[in-house]
T-cell receptor, first 111, second 114 residues
Framework: GQSLEQPSEVTAVEGAIVQINCTYQ??????LSWYQQHDGGAPTFLSY????GLEETGRFSSFLSRSDSYGYLLLQELQMKDSASYFC????????????FGKGTRLHILP | NAGVTQTPKFRILKIGQSMTLQCTQD?????MYWYRQDPGMGLKLIYY???????DKGEVPNGYNVSRSTTEDFPLRLELAAPSQTSVYFC?????????????FGEGSWLTVV
C-alpha cells in the first residue's frame, strides 16, 4: 500500500529555522512535493524534488533521499505568516500518475 | 487568471439528497482530481481523470461519481448524501508538460450534510 508519514504538529519561534520531515512508502515514485495551506484556504504548491538533494526557493528549501524514502521541508527566517499546514505529496509512477498527500503538519509560530 | 473554478462554495444538504459539485479549469490541463479534506486532516483522493473520457477511482470513491466529457470540466456527483460526506471538497488540475509537477487547486467547496 501507499503511506506518507509526517509529524502532526511542529512549533517554532519567529525568526528561527524549522524542518518538517516526511517518509513515504509507495508502489512507484516520480517525486515528492510540498504544499502550504492556510486555514480556510486551498493548498498551494511550494516545491518539488525528483532527484536526491536540496532544492532552494527563497526562504524555503526541500530535500529528498530516494534511497531512504525520505524528504523534508526547511523553512528559514520564520515569519508569523508561515503559520499554516504543510503537506508532503508523492507523485506515483505508473499509468495513472496519481498524487497522494500526507496528513499534513500544522506549524505553530511563537512571537 | 481563472485557473480552477469550483461551485458552489458552500452548500447544506439533507441526508439522502443528491447534488453535483462543478469544476472547470481554463489551463488546458489533462489531469484533474477531486480531493476531500476533513477537519484537521489531509487530502484524500476521491476520483481522478487523465483526460477527457477517462476517469478512475482514488482512495475514497464510495458514494461519489464523476464524468469527464471535456478537458475543461470535471463534475463530482454525490448520490444519497450521508453525514460522513460532510467535508471540504477540492478540485485540482495538473499539466502533463512543462511544470507538470504542480497541482493547481480550486478554492474549495464546503459541504454539510444534516
Amino acid at each position: 500500500g501507499q503511506s506518507l508519514e509526517q509529524p502532526s504538529e511542529v512549533t517554532a519561534v519567529e525568526g528561527a529555522i524549522v524542518q518538517i520531515n516526511c517518509t513515504y512508502q509507495t508502489s512507484g515514485f516520480y517525486g515528492l512535493s510540498w504544499y502550504q495551506q492556510h486555514d480556510g484556504g486551498a493548498p498551494t504548491f511550494l516545491s518539488y524534488n525528483a532527484l536526491d538533494g536540496l532544492e532552494e526557493t527563497g526562504r524555503f528549501s526541500s530535500f529528498l533521499s530516494r534511497s531512504d524514502s525520505y524528504g523534508y521541508l526547511l523553512l528559514q527566517e520564520l515569519q508569523m505568516k508561515d503559520s499554516a499546514s504543510y503537506f508532503c505529496a508523492v507523485r506515483e509512477s505508473g499509468r495513472d500518475d496519481k498524487i497522494i498527500f500526507g496528513k499534513g503538519t500544522r506549524l505553530h509560530i511563537l512571537p | 487568471n481563472a485557473g480552477v473554478t469550483q461551485t458552489p462554495k458552500f452548500r447544506i444538504l439533507k441526508i439522502g439528497q443528491s447534488m453535483t459539485l462543478q469544476c472547470t479549469q481554463d489551463m488546458n490541463h489533462n489531469y484533474m482530481y477531486w480531493y476531500r479534506q476533513d477537519p484537521g486532516m489531509g487530502l484524500k483522493l476521491i476520483y481522478y481523470s487523465v483526460g477527457a473520457g477517462i476517469t478512475d477511482k482514488g482512495e475514497v470513491p464510495n458514494g461519489y461519481n464523476v464524468s469527464r466529457s471535456t478537458t475543461e470540466d470535471f463534475p463530482l456527483r454525490l448520490e444519497l448524501a450521508a453525514p460522513s460526506q460532510t467535508s471540504v471538497y477540492f478540485c485540482a488540475s495538473r499539466s502533463t508538460t512543462g511544470a507538470g509537477n504542480t497541482i493547481y487547486f480550486g478554492e474549495g467547496s464546503w459541504l454539510t450534510v444534516v
